[in-house]
């Protein structure tokens, strides 16, 4: 499925996901009590990176600061996740996210979006 639209690096264009995690049973943040993760209902995915029809591979990690292309990329990336998916973690977000990209499609009311 090609996705309405697309974010890419420019000159370059987005040929695979490194997925981290999809379906699991376990509550957020793999605490002992708690919330439900969306992952356990099969709502959610983390994404861990990104690798460019050029071969060149873009890690998610802290870029809140990086001033560099492979910085606006996850930035941008991070946004345009927000258009598609209800929930959007980054590793702004907090610890638990510091190297990946949590999806989600949790409902809320209102059609709320959270996405740090
Ligand atoms: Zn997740």
Excluded at 1 to 29: D, F, H, W
Excluded at 60 to 66: F, G, K, M, V, Y
Aim: proline residues 3%.
């Amino acid at each position: 499925m090609k996705p309405a639209l697309a974010v890419a690096m420019p000159g370059e264009t987005i040929a695979g996901l490194r997925q981290a995690s999809g379906y699991v049973c376990r509550n957020r943040n793999n605490t002992e009590e708690g919330k439900i993760s969306e992952h356990a209902f099969g709502n959610a995915v983390d994404i861990a990176g990104f690798t460019l029809k050029s071969g060149k591979t873009i890690d998610i990690r802290p870029a809140e600061r990086d001033s560099t292309l492979d910085g606006a990329f996850q930035r941008a990336i991070t946004e345009a996740a927000c258009l598609y998916f209800t929930t959007v973690l980054d590793p702004g977000s907090d610890a638990a996210h510091e190297n990946h990209l949590h999806l989600d499609v949790k409902e809320r009311r209102g059609g709320y979006r959270y996405c740090w």
